[in-house]
Structure formats: C-alpha cells, structure tokens
C-alpha cells in the first residue's frame, strides 16, 4: 500500500509568478483534499477533490484552483503568487463515504519571495 | 474565528509521566474529532479519533476524552515516551457536511524529557 505522495518537496518562486503543486492519493483512496499550513499555524482547508470535481472549498482565492486526474492524484495550481502565499502545502488523500480520517502527505514547503 | 482551539502552544513532561493536551471548540455542528501527530518535515499523522455519540475512546497509550456541554476534549498519552515529542493538533469536523473537511486547532508542541 503506497501512502500519500507530493512533489516537490521545497519550492522558491517570486511574488506575481505561478506553481503547480502535485499530488498522488494513497492506494485505494478516491478523493484529495489540499490544505495551507502557515508558520505557526494549524493546517486551513484549500478544497476538496472527489471524482475530478471540486466537492467543498475555504475561505481561499478563485487564483488558488486545483485539478483531480482518473487515477485520482491531484494538482493545485496557484497563479499570481503572493508574499502570504509561503507555507506549507499539505494534500491528504481518503475514501469518501466510508472514513474521515485524512491521510496526508509531506508536503511541499512553498517560499515566496 | 478560530473555531478550534488549543489553547498551549507547548507542553513538557517528564518520561513515564501523562501529558494532557487540550482542545476546545465553539461549533456546535462538528460531531467528529480527531488528533494528528506531526514531525519535523513529516506530513500529519492520524493519532485517534472521537465520534459526538462517545465520551471517551482508547487506543494503547492515547485515550481521547470529549465533554460536548463544554466543547472541550482532551488527549491523555500514559506513559508519555521521548518518541511522543511531535506537535498535536487537534481537528474537528461536520459529517453531515458534503465534504470531510478537517477544522485544526494551532497545534500544541510537546517535549518528553528522558
């Protein structure tokens, strides 16, 4: 059983450019969500991907949008970055209907200069 | 509006000793709750997890506590060991709510000294 994947790990951009950020869910699971973690804080719910739509999202920007592929890995893309926009990215893989609990991947940390 | 709270950012115990963290919460429609460990350059962990209808829930060493009247749970590890230092974080959710979409508290660093 493969867990919860992203890519990359560390990430530096300047302020106004776009990333994409990337996901594979862990084996058998069907939907990903993605959250913000910034320092200090506890992770923020950015929105939830089930059968490639988006099924629920935070209180985030439309410039923060996000893609779930057949095989249910997963992209969020963040356009016209900004300072605040440095954190941690979590994506948490589960199995909609059947369990809450999240199964998160490592992250990627985010640096916007 | 932080609808999920804990309320000490760090907490240090002596090995072999309990350590109880602490979490408070001001929506009346989560029914879920659950607490993640976290290290260093590791994403969340899954520790335990409580459903509205419980009061109380074991697994070995963690025991989660949950007073719905106060809003309050508590996660009780004993005996606390040094591979317990990690950050908790507490989380709730809605689920009668379309998605599972996790509330996390601050998180709450604990130390166990040797």
């Known amino acids: 059983e493969t867990g919860v994947t992203q890519s990359p790990t560390h990430l530096i951009k300047t302020r106004g450019q776009q990333v994409t950020l990337r996901c594979s869910s862990q084996s058998g699971h069907n939907t990903v969500s993605w959250y913000q973690q910034a320092l200090g804080q506890g992770p923020q719910f950015i929105f939830q991907y089930y059968r490639e739509e988006e099924n629920g999202r935070g209180n985030f920007p439309p410039r923060f949008s996000g893609l779930q592929f057949p095989n249910y890995s997963s992209e969020l893309n963040v356009n016209a970055l900004e300072l605040d926009d440095s954190a941690l990215y979590l994506c948490?893989?589960?199995?909609?209907?059947?369990?809450?609990?999240?199964?998160f991947g490592s992250g990627t940390q985010l640096s916007v200069l | 509006d932080q609808q999920v709270k804990q309320n000490s950012p760090s907490l240090s115990v002596q090995e072999g000793r309990i350590s109880i963290l602490n979490c408070d919460y001001t929506n009346s429609m989560f029914d879920y709750f659950l607490w993640y460990k976290k290290y260093p350059a590791e994403g969340p962990t899954f520790l335990i997890s409580i459903s509205s209808i419980k009061d109380k829930n074991e697994d070995g060493r963690f025991t989660v506590f949950l007073n719905k009247s106060a809003k309050h749970l508590s996660l009780h590890i004993v005996p606390s060991q040094p591979g317990d230092s990690a950050v908790y974080f507490c989380a709730a959710s809605n689920s009668g709510g379309s998605n599972y979409k996790l509330t996390f508290g601050k998180g709450t660093l604990l130390t166990v000294n040797p």
């Open positions: 948490a893989s589960s199995l909609q209907g059947i369990d809450e609990k999240l199964f």
